[in-house]
């Protein structure tokens, strides 16, 4: 299986920036894609920016242009650079891993689920 590590949340001021980690261990000797969410009290789960096993990128439209999601394949890191932040970007940060996008990939991974989570880093943007 694979445990996931979030780190690098604090409490900054608007327009100020943070840089996530996530830390990957265990069977990662395989394909998948990963993404960062995040939950706001009160509010469901949301997506936020993912990567692929390409690294390829996508991002929510609310973070689309000041986050920026990359990859160190080498320490099986995923980092999520937050800048210009908003007080509407407080929340707890998750990274997951996920079922790769593409249908055929170079090692498909043999894990029984991709519902693997972090335990969170909370991010908290003061006005």
């Known amino acids: 299986q694979v445990d996931l590590v979030e780190s690098g949340g604090g409490s900054v001021q608007t327009g100020g920036s943070l840089k996530l980690s996530c830390a990957a261990s265990g069977y990662t000797y395989c394909s998948y894609d990963m993404s960062w969410y995040r939950q706001a009290p009160g509010k469901e789960r949301e997506f936020v920016s993912g990567?692929?096993?390409?690294?390829?990128?996508r991002y929510a439209d609310s973070v689309n242009g000041r986050f920026t999601i990359s990859e160190d394949s080498v320490s099986n890191t995923v980092y999520l650079e937050m800048n210009t932040l908003k007080p509407e970007d407080t929340a707890m940060y998750y990274c997951?891993?996920?079922?790769?996008?593409?249908?055929?990939?170079?090692?498909?991974?043999?894990?029984?689920?991709?519902?693997?989570w972090g335990q969170g880093t909370q991010v908290t943007v003061s006005s």
């Open positions: 990567i692929d096993y390409r690294g390829r990128t």
């Open positions: 997951k891993t996920e079922r790769p996008r593409d249908s055929v990939v170079p090692v498909p991974c043999r894990w029984p689920s991709f519902d693997h």
